[in-house]
């Protein structure tokens, strides 16, 4: 199971850090997977849990979209779990386990100078790994 969802995670997948409110404060890991198949959407859910969410089309020609989606310790846990089988996107997971493992250590403190610029550097990899796979 875990190599067949790590290859789903590759292709059709995205791992973000979310920010609250659309200020420039990060908060917390988002991972979805989009697809038309509505199955694979609510098997994804059955066994890693988070939502299903529906997109309708705006066009009449376009499929419905499924989104699959879990955040934070669903998704620091999922990409744990799938890591040895990722191939594309092992470096997004490697990053955004690091960022959920130092605000795991941190419960509620406010971040070091040296700890800023670590989330920074994570954020800013993270954004640029994500735009570079939208240009192939």
């Known amino acids: ?54 997109k309708k089309p705006r066009e009449e020609v376009h499929n419905i979209v499924y989104r699959w989606q879990i955040t934070d310790r669903q998704a620091h846990r999922f990409l744990e779990a799938v890591l040895p089988y990722l191939q594309l996107k092992r470096l997004h997971a490697e990053i955004a386990i690091a960022f959920c493992e130092t605000r795991g250590r941190r419960r509620r403190r406010r971040l070091t100078e040296e700890e800023r ?5 994570q954020i800013i990899t993270m954004t640029n790994l994500n735009k570079r796979g939208k240009s192939r």
């Open 117 to 121: 610029a670590i989330e920074e550097a």
């Open 1 to 54: 199971v875990l190599p067949y969802t790590a290859g789903i995670m590759d292709g059709e997948g995205t791992i973000r850090f979310r920010k609250r409110n659309k200020t420039l404060q990060y908060v917390g890991l988002e991972i979805y997977i989009t697809n038309t198949n509505e199955w694979l959407c609510h098997w994804l859910q059955m066994h890693y849990g988070g939502s299903v969410l529906i």
